[in-house]
């Protein structure tokens, strides 16, 4: 049941370049999406955050967009620089009444810079 | 920076062994969570808590999961009788809040089931 989809296993952008990384989704309860960035052997880390109530929400060279229509979002980065290698974590959750929502994961993004 | 802290970082164990698998989550956050990955698979949700109980449990968390939050800072994972197909990064996460609110990761635990 993969209910939020990263259907890019791998992305190489040059450096300087915009890099673009998408995320599908079918459930259409999810309010609320979130990037996060992940190296091996890490734990992820959060990189921006967007609510269902807006379109589009910018942090410094990261913005993400949010099409609820089509049910996709991306994160652009510009200008693409070499510590953005990683990989990349679309995810999703639902408001639920009371309690602790869970985060729905994509299969991940592997994003490299080249130089 | 306040941030998730998890022990130990690594953990070897044998099968049908206990594990438990400990975490801090940031002071202020009333929401917990374990998730687990395996190697080359997605980050998935195994367990949710708040307010001294569990809010959600996946699938995957069965019997032999449990988790405890003993005192005011330690969030635990507890594997009565570990399988191999337990082997995998846990990772343990915090919030401040539920509705919006973003999920702040530690390190992981890397535990292998020999």
């Known amino acids: 049941d993969q209910q939020v989809k990263q259907n890019s296993p791998s992305l190489s952008v040059q450096e300087g370049r915009i890099s673009i990384l998408n995320c599908d989704y079918t459930?259409?309860?999810?309010?609320?999406f979130l990037w996060y960035k992940k190296y091996p052997a890490e734990g992820p880390t959060f990189l921006i955050s967007?609510?269902?109530?807006?379109d589009k929400n910018e942090d410094g060279r990261f913005t993400v967009f949010l099409n609820k229509s089509a049910k996709h979002l991306s994160l652009h980065i510009v200008p693409s620089q070499p510590g953005d290698s990683a990989v990349y974590f679309c995810a999703a959750s639902a408001q639920i009444i009371q309690g602790a929502q869970k985060l729905v994961f994509g299969q991940g993004t592997r994003l490299t810079i080249n130089p | 920076e306040p941030e998730v802290t998890q022990t130990p970082s690594h953990q070897v164990t044998q099968m049908g062994q206990e594990v438990i698998l400990r975490c801090v989550p940031i002071?202020?956050?009333?929401?917990f969570y374990w998730y687990r990955q395996i190697l080359g698979q997605k980050v998935e949700f195994l367990v949710s808590f708040y307010n001294n109980e569990i809010s959600e449990k996946s699938e995957i968390f069965d019997d032999q999961f449990s988790v405890e939050r003993p005192d005011g800072s330690n969030f635990t994972l507890k594997i009565r009788s570990t399988k191999l197909e337990d082997s995998a990064m846990y990772f343990c996460a915090s919030s401040e809040r539920n509705t919006g609110g973003t999920q702040y990761f530690g390190p992981g635990t890397r535990l292998l089931v020999l």
């Open positions: 002071s202020n956050h009333l929401y």
């Open positions: 967007i609510s269902s109530i807006k």
């Open positions: 459930n259409s309860m999810f309010d609320y």
